[in-house]
């Protein structure tokens, strides 16, 4: 998955991406033991990155 936008809050812009997580993880039938999120807002003035990880495993 991904998303992108521009002109958006980062509180608005995670309460985005965890629901995105959710169903993805609804769609797959896996149970959702906890979501932890971390966001940060930023103005590109030369060049920008982000990264995005998610860890699965099972007992």
Excluded at 7 to 27: F, L, N
Aim: proline content about 0%; aromatic content about 12%; some cysteine.
């Amino acid at each position: 998955m991904e998303y992108e936008d521009y002109d958006i809050s980062k509180i608005e812009a995670e309460r985005v991406v965890i629901e995105m997580a959710k169903w993805g993880m609804e769609k797959r039938d896996y149970e959702i033991g906890k979501i932890v999120s971390i966001s940060a807002e930023h103005i590109v003035e030369r060049n920008g990155c982000a990264f995005a990880c998610v860890v699965l495993w099972w007992k």
